[in-house]
């Protein structure tokens, strides 16, 4: 009985030494993959540039929906030095106007409560881009908004065996718009492969 007491006695200290061990390793595997995720984060999100002629943005057009209603500049006195010009620029305005107004419409429509307009105002980023040839391609658009500065978000779009002229909208409304106020700088890359094959960015982009 004494020699069976000694065996376990060994036995238990040896296991525990061997879970001791077991422990630190953990530990210490865990720290250095904490370490090598840390290093890596930024580089994450990084594609490599190839632009390719097949892919091309052809324009990007930017609208802004408030919550307040465009005014109607009021008119003065007619100088007959200038009435051509200001016709001219009457018939100009009118014709922006009644572009936004359209626009406002359309981007309202079957919003009826206070809560579905809320929802809706904010800003639109519509992309017009080409692709010359049959693809796979992921449209990526990156923004950094008033109130968080420099930090950078992303919103995606997929396509599959994609032609031709594509249209790709992205919205920042809503909550979003509200909480983090207006977006200030953003580009919007073509990714075909893991590589961005066409760029198109805001002069505040850097």
Known sequence: MFHIGIRSALTGSHAAGLIWLMRFTCAVALLLSVSSLARADPEQGKLPLALNPDFQFRKAK??????????????RGNNPATQTSKASFKSSSAIQEAS??????????????????????????????????????????????????????????????????????FRVV????????????WRCLLIEHGRIVAEKRSFLWD
Not at 62 to 75: A, E, F, M, V
Not at 129 to 155: C, N
Not at 174 to 185: I, T
Request: charged fraction near 30%; glycine fraction near 6%; aromatic fraction near 16%.
């Open 62 to 75: 930017i609208y802004t929906l408030s919550q307040n209603l465009p005014r109607n500049k009021g008119q």
């Open 100 to 169: 936004l107004n359209f626009e406002r419409s359309y981007r309202m429509y079957g919003a009826v409560t206070a809560l579905d307009q809320r929802q809706r105002f904010g800003q639109y980023f519509d992309f017009f881009w080409r692709a010359k040839r049959p693809s796979d391609v992921t449209v990526r658009f990156e923004y950094k908004q008033e109130k968080l500065r420099a930090f950078v978000q992303a919103k995606e779009q997929a396509y599959q065996n994609v032609h031709g002229t594509n249209r790709s909208e």
């Open 174 to 185: 809503g909550d979003e718009y509200f909480d983090d106020g207006q977006v200030l700088a």
